[in-house]
C-alpha cells in the first residue's frame, strides 16, 4: 500500500497553520482527492486502518527516542 520513498520536509513559520499553531503538532499529508490512486485508496477502510497504524507507530518512535 505504501510508498516510503518521500522526502520529509520543513514547514517555515511564514505558512499559515504555523503562524497560529499553540502545541506541537504533525501535518501528514497521505493522500490527495484529486489524485485517482489515492482517492480509491482512501474510500478503502483498511488501507486508512493500516495507515493510521504507521502514523500511530511512527509518533510513538520519535518520541521514544
Known amino acids: 500500500f ?6 520529509f520536509k520543513n514547514i517555515t513559520s511564514d505558512k499559515y497553520m504555523y503562524k497560529r499553531i499553540q502545541v506541537r503538532g504533525v501535518l501528514v499529508e497521505y493522500g490527495f482527492i484529486s489524485n485517482y490512486k489515492d482517492r480509491k ?5 483498511e488501507y486508512r486502518y493500516e495507515l493510521s497504524e504507521v502514523i500511530a507507530n511512527s509518533v510513538v518512535q520519535f518520541f521514544n527516542q
Do not use: A, I
Not at 2 to 7: A, C, G, H, L, P
Not at 41 to 45: D, M, Q
Open 41 to 45: 485508496n482512501l474510500k478503502n477502510e
Open 2 to 7: 505504501f510508498n516510503f520513498d518521500k522526502d
